[in-house]
């Protein structure tokens, strides 16, 4: 969601921002370089997660007749079966106003069954349930509340309805800065008798990265993307900075996906898609998956781009060679030996010759290794030693996985 009432706060000491928050460790782990951090152990988010989410595309145009659509065109697509489990409504799903009580409540016009009903109808079809909020007095559509100083009420509500995921805006708050609102949900929702994904939408303000792992999930590197070549790169590119910092518990998000949505061609959707695989991105959905083409479930469902992304050792691949102003090479460790080496063009009028070579990608010397198109799900003839060259045509990319095989 778009920034709002940005607040200018001074960061609080973390002894500070840790008081009343209840962790549950999973040790203190080195996330490369000096990097370390602890991790909210909530047994969630061991790979990036994966699902759709209502806002890019249908904005506040949501009802229960549109989700409930959604869950049955991911389901008929075989999305779900490639692994896309979420389905999130973002803002303007409930009611302007909470109950006299002081509950948040869903807009009886567009949901009038209730979330209850929605989250069973989800759950069963073998999918979850995600809703929104914001850690301030509203959300940044300012047509609903915000969870500011009703936490605990919110995420036991929440919790009480079969809810599986929030994502918690930063909008209308008051004078706390985010290592203080942020953590109250944290706790909130782990004393809420449910284990819910915690997804921080913090807009990568606070240097989000070096603490969001303490109380979420995942968490927000960049303001809100939008369907276009320059957000795409801009939000990647900013989102690389932090690659040390993310590994199985909580990941960095540079926004949701914007392929399918009609911004942009075929091959920057590629381009979009592989960047995001191969930094360990959460992969949500933004477009209308009920008439979804087949050039865009064929992007959306590649199994074997999504295995780069799924890959269970968790280490975000990064940009590690900028030759110009328009051609890098990204490459990631996968397990199995393995490395996803991305060749990106990213300039608008020609062809361009890319290499990567060993040293950049982290092979050994002199070690061969057989390189796999994943894009075009074939095995390039012969063995390759010490350096991988291809062709990438104007605003594309090449994405390989490079797999060790002696000399």
Not at 29 to 39: D, K, Y
Not at 130 to 147: D, H, I, K, Q, V
Not at 239 to 244: E, G, L, R, S
Not at 280 to 295: F, M, N
């Amino acid at each position: 969601m778009a920034e709002i009432n940005r607040c200018g706060a001074a960061l609080l000491p973390l002894a500070v921002a840790l008081i009343g928050c209840s962790l549950v460790a999973a040790g203190a782990v080195t996330g490369g370089g000096s990097a370390r951090r602890l991790l909210v152990d909530n047994g969630l988010a061991r790979t990036p997660q994966m699902g759709w989410n209502s806002w890019n595309h249908f904005g506040c145009d949501i009802n229960e007749t549109v989700i409930r659509s959604t869950v049955d065109a991911l389901v008929s697509s075989g999305l779900t079966s490639a692994g896309y489990k979420y389905v999130n409504l973002d803002d303007c799903w409930a009611d302007n106003q909470r109950t006299k009580e002081g509950y948040m409540a869903a807009n009886p016009e567009k949901f009038p069954s209730g979330i209850k009903a929605l989250a069973d109808y989800v759950h069963s079809k073998g999918l979850k349930l995600g809703l929104y909020s914001s850690a301030g007095t509203r959300t940044c559509s300012n047509r609903m509340p915000g969870s500011l100083g009703h936490e605990d009420t919110d995420a036991k509500t929440f919790a009480s309805w079969g809810v599986d995921y929030l994502k918690y805006d930063n909008c209308y708050r008051d004078d706390s800065n985010e290592l203080v609102r942020f953590p109250r949900m944290s706790h909130a929702l782990r004393n809420s008798g449910r284990p819910i994904f915690y997804s921080l939408c913090e807009w990568g303000y606070m240097d989000v990265a070096t603490w969001g792992g303490s109380y979420g999930n995942s968490w927000r590197t960049t303001g809100d993307i939008n369907d276009t070549w320059t957000s795409i790169l801009n939000n990647i590119d900013q989102n690389d900075a932090y690659a040390k910092y993310a590994k199985p518990g909580g990941w960095n998000d540079p926004d949701m996906l914007e392929v399918g949505n009609g911004g942009l061609t075929h091959d920057e959707y590629i381009v979009h898609f592989s960047l995001w695989a191969i930094a360990k991105a959460p992969l949500i959905i933004g477009c209308d998956v009920t008439g979804i083409s087949k050039e865009t479930l064929g992007i959306l469902s590649n199994p074997e781009v999504i295995a780069i992304n799924q890959d269970r050792f968790g280490i975000q691949g990064r940009r590690v060679r900028k030759y110009d102003d328009e051609i890098e090479v990204w490459a990631g460790r996968l397990s199995g030996h393995r490395k996803a080496v991305l060749l990106l063009n990213r300039g608008a009028t020609s062809r361009r010759s890319i290499t990567a070579t060993w040293a950049d990608v982290g092979l050994r010397r002199g070690l061969a290794a057989e390189a796999r198109d994943v894009w075009k799900h074939e095995t390039l003839p012969g063995r390759f030693a010490g350096r991988l060259t291809a062709e990438v045509g104007p605003h594309s990319c090449k994405l390989f996985i490079l797999t060790p095989v002696g000399r």
